[in-house]
């Protein structure tokens, strides 16, 4: 509470103070700061096990190309704890947003990794292919509408020099999920602080 909220409108003429002390206290409503990456970890730390458990097995939908579990109340307990991280960290609504989707990559990157293990790819290989890509040809697999035949061509040659291998469709999907994934992980990383 400011200073200023003890005076009223008629109490002007008597205490001409007061109207000093009205600008500064509008003044010092919180803006909003550029965002540190250090903040970003509070999103995970509020969240419920049971929804990034639900984020997962939705993920793991995707992988499987099954229809999607409903996620909603998980979306929702996202929405809420980046929400609570922006206010406590006066975070913009841009912030916000990249919050969001950053936390959503960071807690279903492990589905992926754990499929492409399984059907014998490295995750760790895949990483080290993905980030010989130039930022411009990573930003490619995470944005709607974007020509990713280029950026694609390089990654399978990095990816075939790492070992990976992409002879079954399975294997395919995994890697494109895996390259969307990272690629909202690498974007979100990077543009979080000049928020």
Not at 5 to 29: E, H, K, N, Q, Y
Not at 132 to 159: C, H, M, W, Y
Request: hydrophobic share 45%; proline share 5%; aromatic share 6%.
């Amino acid at each position: 509470m400011s200073l200023a909220c003890f005076g009223t409108s008629r109490d002007i003429g008597m205490r001409p103070w007061l109207v000093l002390l009205t600008v500064p206290a509008w003044l010092s409503a919180a803006p909003a700061r550029a965002a540190d990456i250090k903040t970003i970890d509070c999103v995970v730390a509020r969240l419920d096990p049971v929804a990034v458990a639900t984020m997962r097995s939705g993920q793991r939908d995707i992988v499987e190309k099954r229809p999607v579990r409903q996620i909603d109340s998980a979306r929702a307990a996202l929405d809420a704890a980046t929400g609570q991280c922006g206010k406590e960290n006066r975070w913009s609504d841009a912030a916000v947003d990249i919050a969001y989707d950053f936390t959503f990559a960071t807690i279903v990157l492990p589905v992926i990794e754990d499929a492409m293990r399984a059907d014998g790819n490295d995750p760790q290989r895949a990483e080290r292919a993905f980030q010989t890509l130039t930022v411009e040809q990573r930003g490619e697999f995470s944005r709607d509408g974007g020509d990713v035949a280029p950026a694609l061509k390089i990654l399978n040659a990095a990816l075939e020099k790492e070992g990976i291998s992409l002879k079954t469709d399975r294997q395919q999907h995994e890697v494109g999920l895996f390259a969307s994934t990272m690629s909202a992980i690498d974007h979100d990383r990077r543009i979080f602080p000049t928020l």
